[in-house]
Nanobody, 126 residues
């Protein structure tokens, strides 16, 4: 059984950077698509990045493209999300997720991800 645990959230100021981590325990994530989602109060959960480990392709929606970078340490089985130039609208609870059948073009479809972490809070405020 795959378990995901996020960490690294916190309170930062606009323009700051922050790196989130997602430690995976259980099977290797090498064959998975692994992504980051976020959910702000009163809003729907949305995808902010995805890495298809089976082909190395990454995905970012326009809202975070150029500011967020997803990466994966294969040796440690840890997923990262490096966030820079943070904005107040980035405030949300961030979740990592993994799935074996996330196709290209399906990165923001939550139903394609089977395993989810518990979330870590990111607050961007001056």
């Amino acid at each position: 059984q795959l378990q995901l645990v996020e960490s690294g959230g916190g309170l930062v100021q606009p323009g700051d950077s922050l790196r989130l981590s997602c430690v995976a325990s259980g099977p290797s994530l090498d064959a998975y698509s692994i992504g980051w989602f976020r959910q702000a109060p009163g809003k729907a959960r949305e995808g902010v990045s995805c890495l298809h480990n089976w082909n190395g392709q990454t995905y970012y929606p326009d809202a975070v493209k150029g500011r967020f970078t997803i990466s994966f340490d294969h040796a440690k089985n840890i997923l990262y999300l490096q966030m820079s130039s943070l904005k107040p609208e980035d405030t949300a609870t961030y979740y990592c997720a993994a799935g074996l059948r996330v196709g290209v073009g399906e990165e923001e479809l939550m139903d394609q991800y089977v395993y989810w972490g518990q979330g870590t809070q990111v607050t961007v405020s001056s």
